[in-house]
């Protein structure tokens, strides 16, 4: 790890994160790409909007961003295990770059740009979980919940800024907003490149297969392994009830349009969970000690959907955004948390791919989410569809809460997944696997034939 110093006792703080040069990197490369991409979203819409009148074209413009991670997610993660992770960081910004400047392209047909935003966000999964999978190389495990919730809570921050920002640009310039795109990725590239050590790729060309097998290893060992499955399921179930109300503000608020300002109320809505959300990353990950904050998974697990139930009194739009930024404050405490459990408790070697599970299935599970409380929304009112909907979360998290390994199983599935040669957690190898093997300088990983 870089800049090593000595692990403290007490909460890690602001100071001691930052004072990683590599995670300064980082973090500041991770906000960039994202602000980035939020301006093309909003720009892309405009711009499809603005050439074709057509509200359902500008829907799929903002929508095929998310088919990457639907279709492909998993495996094109699997692609960072092979690579340097800094090269693939570095590549997938300046691949983003020359698409960025095509799209820019004054007369680009609307098809065209359709297909250049889909191949764009084609390099989100291995840029992302060569991200996620560097990290924890970088941090310390004092420091790593905090580090964690530091990206998390400024990608909240950072979709706030770069909507106004993409908003207010491309409605003088559409070209001009995808061209400050294309800035941001050109330097988050250069950030990469000479402020992150390179490192050996987590596997070399001997322990390779091909990536359907290395990507189906990754699923089994996240759902063959307790530990690994208990915090991919509490996490899971976390998102499936804490989206609900951003999902539905639009339509809730037009509710209430007696009430309040059908817009504002919307806005206000859909702003209170990241708000909660950053607030609560915050508090938790600086705050608390590492064994505060995973003494707090159980009660933060069912304080999520709990805090939704009294929409069932269908309150006004001012108590749903408190409620649903009460929501978001406590998924900020269970996020971070258990990806840094998550992360410690998986060999590097499967740190990237495990990344494209675990994102994938969030984006599966929010927008089945918010599919299915729609379609309810369709017949019942939405205060009763929330308030049933989050009641039932109550039962499902009590459940999960209850059957969550204590911290002494976390530990020891921690401290196996980084000296025993049984891998992560003392998972079993994948089908076919003939044994653990060495792979990179210095963890262990199950071979891949």
Known sequence: MSDEQPPQEGPATFREVFAQGEYRAVFTAAMLTWIGD???????????????????????????????????????????ERHSYRQVMVVCDLFRVALMLLIAIPGMSVPAILVLIFLATLAHPPSQASRSALTPLILSKERLVLGLSLITSGGQAAQVVGYLLGAAVAAFSPSGALLLNACAFAASALIIRFGVNDRPPAMTSKHRSHLLRETADGFNLIFRTPVLRAIAVLVFSAVLFSIVPEGLAAAWANEHADRMNAGAAQALIMAASPVGFILGGLVVGRALTPARQQALLRPLAVLAPLALVPALLDPPPVVVALLAAVCGFAVAGILPVSNGLFVQALPNGFRARAFGVMATGLQVIQGAAVLVTGLLAERFPIPVVVGVWSTVGVVLMAF?????????????????????????????????????????????????T
Request: no cysteine.
């Open 38 to 80: 939020y301006v093309a979203k909003a720009a892309v819409t405009l711009l499809v909007y603005r050439e074709t009148e057509s509200v359902a074209l500008s829907a799929a413009a903002f929508a095929v961003s998310f088919l990457p991670w639907l279709i492909g997610g998993p495996l094109l993660a699997a692609v960072a």
């Open 400 to 448: 999960v809460a209850r059957s969550f390994p204590d911290q002494q199983t976390v530990a020891a599935a921690i401290d196996a997944a980084g000296q025993g040669p049984t891998g992560a957690a003392g998972a079993q190898p994948p089908s076919g696997d003939p044994g653990p093997e060495r792979v990179g300088p210095d963890r262990p990983r199950h071979a891949v």
